[in-house]
């Protein structure tokens, strides 16, 4: 199975990162294909909203050269999508607004080209908070189920831990647990 991890965290070293390191080594010990993207040392600029991908047809087509190529070509060979995110304001952070927006030119709805360049591929949000799950995440949540009906893809669901002792909340059992748990379930479900 092959992976592409997004960590949206500002922070190299944060909450973000602490979480996925159990995440990661259990996907590593099943030999599942990973590709990780910090997007705090990538530059994806904002999308321009111009259009112009909409028209290229059987690529992804923006017309500014940024990161974003590297990680749109990673998303369309990868089996499932991970979106690992601090909660900031009940949504993710701007780094990975900017993917998530610039995701637009994978799918060919509006203009001359046509098709779906990422189809059928899964995504799952593995998220940190400060207030409870439900609270600081849904929103999140709500929106990424909107955007795999609009861009047919498999929302897979996510796994969380609240921020309630700094980076010791996600290194307790329970958070390491918890996120090798998710990797398992991500692994044994089938699209």
């Given at each position: 199975m092959k992976i592409c991890i997004l960590n949206g965290s500002p922070r190299l070293n944060g909450n973000t990162a602490e979480l996925l390191k159990p995440f990661l080594e259990e996907l590593a010990a099943v030999g599942a294909e990973t590709t990780l993207y910090t997007l705090a040392s990538m530059h994806v600029a904002p999308?321009?909203?111009?259009?112009?991908?909409?028209?290229?047809?059987?690529?992804?087509?923006?017309?500014?050269?940024?990161?974003?190529?590297?990680?749109?070509?990673?998303?369309?060979?990868?089996?499932?999508?991970?979106?690992?995110?601090?909660?900031?304001?009940?949504?993710?952070t701007s780094e990975l607004k900017a993917v998530l927006d610039r995701m637009f030119g994978l799918a060919k709805y509006y203009r001359t080209a046509k098709g779906n360049l990422v189809e059928?591929?899964?995504?799952?949000?593995?998220?940190?908070?400060?207030?409870?799950?439900?609270?600081?995440?849904d929103p999140f949540v709500i929106g990424i189920q909107r955007m795999c009906e609009h861009y047919h893809l498999q929302?897979?669901?996510?796994?969380?831990?609240?921020?309630?002792?700094?980076?010791?909340?996600?290194?307790?059992?329970?958070?390491?647990?918890?996120?090798?748990?998710?990797?398992?379930?991500?692994?044994?479900?089938?699209?």
């Amino acid at each position: 199975m092959k992976i592409c991890i997004l960590n949206g965290s500002p922070r190299l070293n944060g909450n973000t990162a602490e979480l996925l390191k159990p995440f990661l080594e259990e996907l590593a010990a099943v030999g599942a294909e990973t590709t990780l993207y910090t997007l705090a040392s990538m530059h994806v600029a904002p999308c321009k909203g111009c259009y112009h991908c909409q028209d290229i047809q059987d690529e992804y087509g923006c017309f500014q050269q940024d990161d974003m190529h590297k990680i749109a070509k990673a998303m369309q060979e990868s089996d499932l999508i991970v979106l690992a995110t601090p909660i900031y304001t009940w949504f993710c952070t701007s780094e990975l607004k900017a993917v998530l927006d610039r995701m637009f030119g994978l799918a060919k709805y509006y203009r001359t080209a046509k098709g779906n360049l990422v189809e059928g591929k899964r995504i799952a949000i593995l998220a940190t908070h400060g207030y409870d799950a439900a609270y600081a995440a849904d929103p999140f949540v709500i929106g990424i189920q909107r955007m795999c009906e609009h861009y047919h893809l498999q929302y897979d669901g996510m796994f969380s831990v609240r921020d309630v002792d700094d980076i010791a909340s996600f290194q307790t059992k329970q958070a390491t647990s918890g996120a090798r748990d998710f990797a398992r379930y991500l692994l044994q479900k089938k699209a």
